[in-house]
T-cell receptor, first 114, second 115 residues
Framework: NAGVTQTPKFQVLKTGQSMTLQCAQDMNHNSMYWYRQDPGMGLRLIYYSASEGTTDKGEVPNGYNVSRLNKREFSLRLESAAPSQTSVYFC?????????????FGEGSRLTVL | QKEVEQNSGPLSVPEGAIASLNCTYSDRGSQSFFWYRQYSGKSPELIMFIYSNGDKEDGRFTAQLNKASQYVSLLIRDSQPSDSATYLCAVIDGVSGGSNYKLTFGKGTLLTVNP
């Protein structure tokens, strides 16, 4: 059982380049999330998708776009990468119920923008 | 936007001691609270959740919630070197009974347990 799978695990980009981070989950969860983690900043929500067909902005959406391709897959796109987007990106999924919420995280994608 | 505040640490305790991690939150209407553990270079994992005032115990871990003071804490008894990690406090943000939930995290507290 793979859980949440992210690709790529590492990527180096030049300023202005574009790329897409892929995320897939095999737990049949309705909700999926993209977070970024920077030193001393904790986890900050970029975008989330409460269910297939819906996406919403989180705390730090500028410079990113997302696509909920189907129930399993949720991708994050950087159209024109900037050094400020150097970070570790985590995809997560969950099946919220009765106010309880366990996020299952992928292993993370480490992105460096030069 | 809900805010969650944690002391970034580092918090250093000797092996066998009680480690106490604290968290405050801004929204008095928040209902559910979560503690995640993150080892260096790894992804976060859920260790406790609590939504009622008082204490909740799970093995060596105890979560404490005081909604009047907007305060949640995590106690780790008999701390072990393997407990050395960053502990993230999180609060749920969403409409009760709906499905549009998300978690807001604090910045985390780095705990080091010294042998």
């Amino acid at each position: 059982n793979a859980g949440v799978t992210q690709t790529p695990k590492f990527q180096v980009l030049k300023t202005g380049q574009s790329m897409t981070l892929q995320c897939a989950q095999d737990m049949n969860h309705n909700s999926m999330y993209w977070y970024r983690q920077d030193p001393g900043m904790g986890l900050r929500l970029i975008y989330y998708s409460a269910s297939e067909g819906t996406t919403d902005k989180g705390e730090v959406p500028n410079g990113y776009n997302v696509s909920r391709l189907n129930k399993r897959e949720f991708s994050l796109r950087l159209e024109s990468a900037a050094p400020s987007q150097t970070s570790v990106y985590f995809c997560a999924s969950s099946e919220p119920g009765d106010g309880r919420m366990e996020l299952f995280f992928g292993e993370g994608s480490r992105l460096t923008v030069l | 936007q809900k805010e969650v505040e944690q002391n970034s640490g580092p918090l250093s305790v000797p092996e066998g001691a009680i480690a106490s991690l604290n968290c405050t939150y801004s929204d008095r209407g928040s209902q559910s609270f979560f503690w995640y553990r993150q080892y260096s270079g790894k992804s976060p994992e859920l260790i406790m959740f609590i939504y009622s005032n008082g204490d909740k115990e799970d093995g060596r871990f105890t979560a404490q919630l005081n909604k009047a003071s907007q305060y949640v804490s995590l106690l780790i008894r008999d701390s072990q070197p393997s407990d050395s990690a960053t502990y993230l406090c999180a609060v749920i943000d969403g409409v009760s009974g709906g499905s549009n939930y998300k978690l807001t995290f604090g910045k985390g507290t780095l705990l080091t347990v010294n042998p």
